[in-house]
């Protein structure tokens, strides 16, 4: 994509309970992001809201927003899904040619006001799924985790390794929500089991927070910012809802999307082009399962690239040096809060989880049960 | 004063209604096989792999399935989970009563898993690859749980 569209600026907050309202939070997240890059509200083209409408007990749930946000009588659309696809929706908008700006916005309060597993819930089907009641986030996301060990002869302990290093990165991180001190693989292995082999700690915490981020063609970027970070290429894909007819053990839509994103990106061997990831994991499984339909670790190969610290801050492709979606998911928001975390990497503004070498980032970002869809965007400065 | 200073009332807003959904004329199909302690499923004239409980449309092929299978009554656990927490209406989370199993069921080679309870065997004993068979409820109905649970065969 060639410099065509950068990030200019973001804001972003998480928090175990916020204590706040989804306008206030708006308002102080686009507000702050005006302040930030010294613009008024005129100054966004459009705006692409990504909040879920069940989460929010409201339909078209953008529609309370406007005022907060800023966009009375302007430009407004919204993507009910990860917040990723706002960002390559808005991306898409100015490509088009008719917006210099396009702000994305992305917000669930899912940490005290309403649960967060009612979003994968009330995507099961309504005349089997939720008749049977077997099925639910964690139960498929534990599925999936048993689907993946088993398939490549990986120990439990795997899935405290990954656990451990997301949330030790979590922990020195501000933007975290869960940000647990001195955390160790017995602090995990002994939290509460939910649906074997996942336990508390292996799986998100409920999280409020959310995400603005404000996107600027090349022209436009320059006079907004010192520090463009670049979209360099973006893809996304979606398998078939039915768990049975899955192979849960690899993402075959995270390849598909990966794949376009990095034919976009000019990037040939991710493995040694890319320097960091920031990927929706929303269970600890999910990590390497899908930096490895990323192209970013050698299939099979998780247990020894977590244990030798390749993954880790200061490894040779270190995966969620912002902690990840352990440390917090505002559902709907995450994708895009990935997207910022790398912003930080790629500016040198990440602080104590700072990567050496950070140019080219990968950021993804998933919705439905056992990350049935997929959105991959590379970033790169 | 700071948000952590703030007070908020906190008015319970629930969304009881009502949908009536039409489950269509498949898993009606499915429904009426129960009644005859039958599991059916509906073959793909593409990749001739067999959904279970049937639908209409398979989506690796874009093609109409048309054809009922009945499926064995045996089959393999493929995967599975125990289950130590139980997850009530509204999205929260509760300790199970007991540890309970559920398990992805491979009826036939070319047939989709089928998610159920495993039942009559010791959670820390269940392993991936064993035999199950389906266990019916004595008056059946045609409806949900006529098909009751699974159990090592």
């Not at chain 1, 973006?234 to 398998?239: K, T």
């Not at chain 1, 040939?268 to 899908?290: G, I, M, N, T, Y």
């Amino acid at each position: 994509m060639d410099k065509k569209v950068a990030i200019v600026g973001f804001r972003m907050k998480s928090a175990p309970d916020l204590v706040t309202t989804r306008e206030r939070l708006t308002f102080e997240l686009t507000r702050g992001l005006f302040d930030d890059l010294g613009i008024e509200r005129e100054d966004v083209d459009t705006t692409i809201f990504c909040t879920n409408d069940f989460l929010d007990g409201r339909t078209i749930s953008n529609c309370f927003l406007e005022g907060p946000a800023g966009c009375y009588m302007r430009d407004e659309s919204k993507v009910e899904m990860d917040a990723l696809n706002g960002l390559m929706y808005a991306c898409m908008r100015i490509l088009s040619g008719q917006y210099r700006t396009a702000m994305v916005v992305s917000l669930a309060l899912t940490g005290y006001q309403v649960s967060p597993y009612l979003h994968i819930e009330y995507q099961l089907s309504p005349i089997y799924d939720r008749q049977m009641r077997l099925l639910n986030e964690l139960s498929a996301a534990a599925l999936q985790a048993r689907s993946y060990l088993t398939r490549y002869g990986y120990s439990e302990e795997l899935l405290d390794a990954v656990a451990v290093q997301a949330l030790s990165n979590a922990a020195a991180n501000p933007y975290q929500a869960r940000r647990i001190p001195g955390v160790s693989k017995e602090k995990v292995a002994s939290s509460s089991p939910y649906y074997e082999p996942l336990k508390e700690l292996h799986c998100y915490p409920p999280t409020d927070g959310g995400c603005v981020l404000l996107l600027a063609s090349a022209e436009r970027a320059k006079e907004l910012t010192d520090k463009p970070v670049w979209v360099l290429g973006m893809g996304q894909s979606i398998e078939t809802f039915y768990l049975g007819e899955r192979d849960l053990f690899r993402s075959p839509s995270t390849v598909k999307a990966a794949k376009r994103a990095y034919e976009l990106a000019g990037i040939k061997d991710p493995k040694a082009e890319v320097d960091l990831a920031e990927v929706s994991a929303l269970f600890a499984h999910q990590e390497p399962l899908l930096a490895e339909a990323l192209g970013l670790l050698e299939e099979g190969a998780a247990e020894s690239s977590y244990q030798s610290g390749d993954t880790a801050v200061s490894g040779k492709m270190p995966i969620n040096p912002s902690g990840g979606a352990l440390g917090g998911h505002p559902v709907s928001a995450t994708g895009l809060i990935r997207a910022a975390e790398a912003v930080r990497q790629l500016r040198g503004e990440a602080g104590e989880n700072q990567v050496g070498k950070a140019e080219v980032a990968v950021v993804h970002g998933q919705d439905g049960p056992c990350a049935q869809q997929n959105a991959v965007v590379v970033l790169g400065v | 004063m700071s948000v952590q200073e703030e007070t908020f009332l906190t008015p319970v807003v629930p969304l009881d209604f009502t949908y009536n959904y039409y489950i269509g004329q498949y898993l009606t199909r499915y429904f009426k096989g129960f009644k005859e302690k039958k599991i059916l499923g509906s073959r793909c004239p593409g990749c001739s792999k067999v959904a279970v409980p049937p639908r209409k449309y398979c989506g690796v092929c874009n093609k109409v399935m048309e054809e009922m299978v009945e499926l064995p009554q045996e089959g393999t656990l493929e995967n599975f989970t125990v289950g130590h927490v139980t997850m009530e209406k509204g999205g929260r989370l509760s300790p199970a009563e007991k540890p309970y199993v559920l398990g992805l069921i491979k009826l036939d080679d070319k047939a989709s898993l089928l998610l159920h309870k495993v039942e009559g065997v010791d959670p820390s004993q269940v392993k991936a690859g064993m035999k199950v068979k389906a266990v019916w409820k004595d008056q059946v109905e045609g409806d949900y749980w006529d098909l009751d649970h699974f159990e090592p065969a």
